[in-house]
């Protein structure tokens, strides 16, 4: 068998195997993306980025489905069906690189996001009454990213929760069993500054996954390429020069 040809179906055999792996892994980055936001969305005006999560589910439900189809069209050197492997690879890539274009986007805004953040996370905390459910995602947000207040403990001595009962939330505090209200006690990070750093790490993680497997993808239509063009000449009688 022609070298470049066995070394292209051994590439896409295991492209296609991976496509499988693959859509595991995007599904699991974009309901991880989702559902860090759903967890503090009360926090979060902006949700430009689940748009990037968004296709990489749909792209991770396709995968699946063609990992099968471009193996048994490899085996088979089946030109329509490496056709339809291509073009599949090639909707898969553009989505991909959509969805890194939007991180790229999403990043570049990170100060106007951050405003944004701020804000909305200050109109949460004045609304703060111990009760509601705008108060248990303060008391979620803090004890989970080990913060308090949004720019500091000292924020809350602004809201009508500290003017009322003159002290601040125990979910500020590092030990809440041993907590006697001393600002020693509390977390000294704001929370608008750990959960930025936790969104944009969650972006981070999907964009270096994304980013692997959009390059697996371009090396996948080279291969493509190859095995159907040197088929070609196989079966026309005619072998090219370099093979």
């Known amino acids: 068998m022609d070298c470049g040809i066995c070394t292209s179906k051994t590439i896409l055999l295991f492209l296609s195997l991976l496509f499988w792996g693959a859509g595991a892994a995007l599904a699991y980055v974009g309901a991880y993306i989702i559902m860090s936001y759903r967890t503090f969305d009360s926090f979060v005006a902006d949700k430009q980025s689940l748009i990037p999560a968004s296709i990489v589910i749909i792209a991770s439900v396709v995968m699946v489905v063609i990992g099968l189809v ?3 069209a490899t085996l088979r050197e089946s030109k329509f069906g490496l056709g339809c492997f291509f073009l599949v690879i090639v909707i898969v890539f553009a989505a991909e690189v959509t969805a890194l ?3 790229f986007i999403y990043q570049s805004k990170s100060a106007q996001i951050n405003q944004e953040l701020e804000h909305s996370m200050n109109e949460t905390f004045i609304k703060y009454d111990g009760t509601d459910v705008n108060s248990r995602a303060v008391d979620d947000l ?3 990213l080990k913060c308090c207040g949004v720019i500091n403990y000292t924020s809350w001595y602004n809201t009508p929760w500290y003017e009322r009962n003159k002290t ?3 979910s500020c505090c590092i030990n809440t069993t041993q907590c006697t209200g001393q600002t020693s006690q509390f977390y000294q990070e704001g929370c608008v500054v750990k959960l930025e ?4 790490d969650a972006l981070n993680y999907a964009m270096l996954v994304i980013l ?4 697996i993808k371009f090396f996948g239509m080279l291969s493509v390429c190859v095995i159907t063009c040197r088929s070609g000449s196989r079966r026309s009688g005619y072998e090219p020069l370099y093979a």
Request: aromatic share 16%; net charge positive.
């Open 70 to 72: 471009g193996c048994c």
């Open 101 to 103: 274009v939007f991180i």
């Open 142 to 144: 803090q004890s989970q």
């Open 168 to 170: 601040i939330p125990p």
């Open 197 to 200: 750093k936790f969104l944009h």
């Open 212 to 215: 692997g497997f959009a390059i």
